[in-house]
């Protein structure tokens, strides 16, 4: 958790960390929304002192009201005149731009071992350090991975939980009404009917929840709504021509976030009408899966181990899993669950034995719990998700409450 | 253009270009999607070549139905089997990740120089082009800037411009139907009031544009609605809390896109039931630079020449204008204006003289119009913006069709 950064920057051994926010990214750029909240800054550079306890936003004219109200010190990059730095560099705009961060280091009291963060498109960013780094004025470092914010928001502290339990609160309303929406509507020969007497789509449904989210304050990155045979592949998002028709396996995934700042990521599976039998047991199998990694869930197993857990489970009742082959379609064909927070995927995750062999859920760790099988040769998949948090006395709380029936009832 | 790719290449001396896609960035990784289109392919890497005609996709498995929506040529991650590389190379996942960027490049023929292009974590990217760069098969070039994707989206084709024009229509439709909303409110001294009595609050906007955004089918990255004083300070999202009040500016700047497509950019400036005499003069000027520039538009001058005749006009008129003071806070403080499409802002701008020296509009610029004045110290601000299309005849076509009154009649 953020409380966790000064321990992080001694122990790897950085004097600085400085998280670039170029324009345009907005929630994407998940290191700079750790620092600016939901404030709707949408450009500038977060520098965070070992010595400061507050960091420093550089940031535009334009800017400078969303910018005090995130608490920062702050830096007008308009006092650097940038326009005549270029000049004095003869018009050549990375040389200016390593200039200008020279001056603002000097400024600022930043120098020795600076690490670099955020997002940015690969190939400008690796120009910008790779000449930084040819400079005497600081040693860029760099990270494939367990960088300091990773390592940092691989736990959330209360507060980030608290904006969690919202977006799963909201979220939560929006698939119920979901439902309250499918209920309402009048069924002929086990198809849904609109009013006008058309055939109720994915593509209609799809409308509604944007709607419904955009009603309860939620961002959209999009969301999973599939029937039928796109249920049965995980990261299909549905053909909007599709017709909602009884006894079918609707997959709905939907992981929409507070603005610009937490998601949740809640998945239900539901049959109108009437559940066949094949579907009703495998149903009953993977909710028993869920049932029993959610109780056997802690802090000291391996992530892998508890994927592990749910291959066994699954492979015991006649199904294939991904660890018997990773190009698999038909099964139990991916994790049993990752983090979240700030972006929808996040560390650490229960994946596959061999790609993370060391990672160990902790105190503060939120993970989804995600089994699901999927046969789209035969028409359908399933899949259920929750949300949990190890809590600050260790224990793993559910953050999510949505029913958990396969059928609705018509 | 797209079509100006190969062409480029060679220009270059690029034999590939890879672009970057990690998860969880959507709309955001433009330099993707310019490639994907809307489909919902959330993660993968796209590898053009100069010697084929079609880009390929490196997908998961679970994405492996949107993949082959784009059209691609597809690979699946999964026949690399990634847990055996990390195993081979001792659990280094950085050494893994290269060692499947040369199997891949291997199997799909890819050698020589390779440009890196996409979104993706400064310190990863870095660690992995470095890593990258000391390998023998593979020649890594990055590009500070006039990278080769920008150069290519500096221009857009009819088919882009249709999406635009889409958009700007959707989003032309969400402002009128705003100042429909606006006017059905009662007033009573001088502020508008909801049916309960309440008075209507900048909030209350905000969510009902945000809900009328989600009915056109638009994905809002955010909009600036603000009034009085913050409309003075043209990056203000606005307050939440303000009351919506008789003869005070509010800025609408609204720039939603198609889902995971291209952007609209649309701004106008209201007075509800009156406008005061220095308010009214005000717009008067920004419309009459608006105008006398929209006309001007040309491809033979510089960008910089339009934000100077822009300075000329203003301060003919007694404003002072960001070419004297570039911390200015008061009176015309910003570009003219700047091209967007995948991303609201992109190349070419119409900046300071200095920064962008030798940028010039061309066949296929689409280039916003947004002239405003700003006095957050008298409690307004001004600006009205336009987009437009220098089509393949060379002439600049007004893309956007919105309603220029300053005074909402209540």
Redesign the interface.
Known sequence: MKSDLPRLMREHDLDALVI?GP????A??T?FTYFTGAT?V?NGTIVVKQTDSVPYLIH???????AAKTGMNLV?V??Y????I??QVN?D??AARVEFTRRLFKDIGVDGRV?????????????????LSREEFVEV?????N?ILSEARKTKDADEVALIRQACRLTADVIETTRDFLRAHRVVDETLLKQDGQPLTVGDVK?FI??E???A?L????FIFSIGR?AG?????GTPGDLIRLGQTIVYDIFPRL??SYHADITRTWCLGYAPDEIQAAYELVMQVHDTLAKAFNTERFTHEFQDMACDLFEAHGHKTIRQD????NGY??SLGHSFGL???EAPTMG????R?DERMQVGTVMTNEPGLYYPDKGWGIRVEDDYWCNLAGEFECLTDVDRSLVIPM
């Open positions: 670039l324009d345009g990214l907005g994407a750029n290191a709707h949408t535009s004219t334009m800017e400078r009201d969303e007008n308009a006092d005149r940038m326009p005549e270029v000049k018009g705009r990375l690490g670099f963060y955020g997002l940015d498109s690969v190939g400008a960013s690796f120009a910008f350090l790779d000449a470092v760099t990270e494939y991975e960088d409308a944007r709607r989210e955009a009603a304050g961002e959209d990155p999009g796109d592949v995980p990261h299909s998002s603005p610009g990773l190009g698999l379609t064909i991916h972006a929808v995927h596959m034995r061999g790609v062999p």
